[in-house]
């Protein structure tokens, strides 16, 4: 396989390394178009629109929307009938999930001041969520762990999911997944139109006021283009790893770890940095016979060639810069004392400490979630948690005395602003 080798030594390397990483996550028009028409005939038609498009899109006939929901009965049937040896790796991923989140609550808290004045902030949860979960062949029960547990334990009221299932097809992981996770309702229905119901409500279908979860380009664009009438939580670019290994760790281990996110699809970006050439060459060697293993071999190979790298960089401190310009969704740090490595990051979605850590146990069941921000958005963004379910309200409460005084600085700065009404709306307040 031709992987392209890099060398932080080379003139180029800057040019190269942002010529690699570089990515547009802007949609083609003719996806903007579809996905537009789309949106407004489910905020005009409601119901009747939605129903056309689960009838063209996924081949599902029904004579109301009603009909595509699915029972909370269902849900559980789903958990009770799976393979007992799934049911306890959910359970146990969502324990997991569920303890770490449970550590990220934000708090309501307030001062008083010495004149009586109390000043503080109120958090409260959002009222409902909306959950788009991929479904057909393309279903991830661990995407409803991770959505859904942080929106429950935030105290989210009322979780709303909505899974396509083309043709009737529906994953039994994923309902299971919804019923331990604590999901409200489920709808079976999914694209753009599943966002647009979420973000408008129909006569079936309620408003929420955020949506997340992870879709294809249409899901994406359409979660990009309500955005305003409702938050989401972000429109994620392809998966990425970046792997900073000492040379010290097993090649084949590394090799895998770059083709569990290469595997995802064509546009992933795998790349490891290492000061060691040596090793470089040996984990190039373990990838051209691990590949011959992998059912999505042609993925894998598709994917490395075009946007994955082995890249030599002169030691681990450099490693450490370079990771910070690319900010990665997932990196590993496969080296000898990690902790003290990862104090040098400032930007990645998760940072992975030491050689026995795979990226994929972030993936399923080590508590922290695996909603990241990719596309170097790293640098000014965080992984979704139970914070993106909660919002924040000041509180300001003046006492007479402190209304006085505090009156007298906002008059003087209102009338600096020409804002006059401002300025004797405070100055009322002052004795």
């Known amino acids: 396989m031709n992987i392209r080798r890099l060398d932080s030594a080379d003139s180029d390397f800057s040019a190269a390394l942002e010529q690699l990483t570089a990515w547009e996550s802007v949609s083609a028009d003719e996806v903007v178009a579809t996905v ?14 939605l129903l056309e498009y689960s009838r063209r899109f996924d081949g599902l006939e029904a004579a109301s929307v009603a009909e595509l929901e699915m029972s909370l009965e269902r849900l559980e049937h789903s958990y009770q009938h799976i393979d007992p040896a799934a049911r306890d790796a959910l359970q146990q991923a969502a324990a997991r999930i569920q303890a770490y989140a449970e550590r990220q609550k934000l708090e309501s808290w307030e001062y008083t001041e010495a004149d009586g004045s109390l000043l503080g902030q109120q958090v409260t949860p959002l009222d409902r969520v909306g959950l788009y979960v991929p479904g057909g062949k393309a279903a991830y029960p661990s995407s409803v762990l991770m959505n859904a547990i942080p929106a429950v334990v935030a105290g989210v009221g009322e979780l709303i999911m909505v899974v396509p299932t083309p043709q009737g097809v529906v994953n039994e992981l994923v309902l299971a997944a919804a019923h331990i996770a604590g999901v409200s309702r489920v709808f079976t229905i999914g694209g753009a139109q599943a966002v647009a119901a979420l973000a408008y409500g129909t006569a079936t279908v309620p408003a929420v006021d955020k949506i997340v979860g992870p879709g294809n380009i249409y899901v994406a664009t359409a979660k990009r283009m309500v955005f ?12 990425e790893i970046l792997v900073i290994c000492d040379g010290g760790t097993d090649p084949d281990w590394i090799a895998m770890d770059l083709f569990s996110q290469a595997e995802h699809d064509e546009d992933a970006q795998a790349i490891l940095l290492s000061p060691d050439a040596g090793f470089l060459d040996r984990v190039q060697q373990s990838i051209e016979r691990l590949i011959e293993e992998m059912p999505r071999r042609q993925i894998i190979d598709q994917s490395m060639r075009a946007r994955g790298a082995l890249i ?10 370079v990771a910070n310009l690319i900010a990665p969704e997932h990196l590993e740090l496969s080296v000898d004392n990690a902790r003290e490595l990862a104090r040098s990051i400032r930007h990645a979605g998760a940072i992975f400490l030491g050689r026995h850590t795979a990226e994929a146990l972030g993936d399923y069941c080590a508590g922290p979630n695996h909603v990241l921000p990719t596309s170097r958005t790293a640098r000014f963004s965080s992984p979704l948690g139970v914070y993106d379910f909660q919002k924040r309200s000041s509180l300001i409460g003046c006492s007479a005395q402190g209304a006085s005084e505090l009156g007298k600085v906002a008059s003087t700065l209102a009338r600096g602003e020409g804002l006059v009404a401002h300025a004797r709306s405070a100055e009322y307040r002052i004795k």
């Open 312 to 321: 030599r960089v002169r030691d681990l401190d450099e490693a450490a810069d």
């Open 36 to 49: 537009d028409d789309i949106l407004r005939a489910i905020k005009t038609d409601g119901d009747r629109a």
């Open 228 to 239: 305003g009438t409702v938050g989401i939580d972000m429109v994620a670019g392809p998966s």
